[in-house]
Nanobody, 114 residues
C-alpha cells in the first residue's frame, strides 16, 4: 500500500502563494495519474487538480489560472503551486489518485486569511 504524506500548508494572506508537496512511499507512483483534493469544514472533499502519467493537467474551474499541478517521478512527489489565494481556498488539502485508490494521508491545512 502506497503511503502519502502532504506538506507545505500554512497561513497566508489573500493574494499570497503556497507550494504544497505530496510524497509517495513507492515508485509505483509514477504509473498512476495523481490529483489534489481539498476539504473545507462542513463540505465534501473535492478534486481541484489532476495530472496524468504523461503530464497532462486538468483543473476545477474555481482554481483554473491560479493553481498549477506538477509531478517529479524521480522523487515520487506531486506538487501544487497555489497563487492569488482567496479565503475560499481555505481547506485541508490531500493528494491521491483521481479515484482515491490509496489510503488518504493526513493532509495539509491551508488557511487564507488577513
Amino acid at each position: 500500500q502506497v503511503q502519502l504524506v502532504e506538506s507545505g500548508g500554512g497561513l497566508v494572506q489573500p493574494g499570497g502563494s503556497l507550494r504544497l508537496s505530496c510524497a509517495a512511499s513507492e515508485s509505483i507512483f509514477s504509473l498512476y495519474a495523481m490529483a489534489w483534493f481539498r476539504q473545507a469544514p462542513g463540505k465534501q472533499r473535492e478534486l481541484v487538480a489532476g495530472i496524468s502519467t504523461s503530464g497532462s493537467t486538468n483543473y476545477a474551474d474555481s482554481v483554473k489560472g491560479r493553481f498549477t499541478i506538477s509531478r517529479d517521478n524521480t522523487k515520487n512527489t506531486v506538487y501544487l503551486q497555489m497563487s492569488s489565494l482567496k479565503p475560499e481556498d481555505t481547506a485541508v488539502y490531500y493528494c491521491n489518485t483521481p479515484l482515491g485508490r490509496w489510503d488518504w494521508g493526513q493532509g495539509t491545512q491551508v488557511t487564507v486569511s488577513s
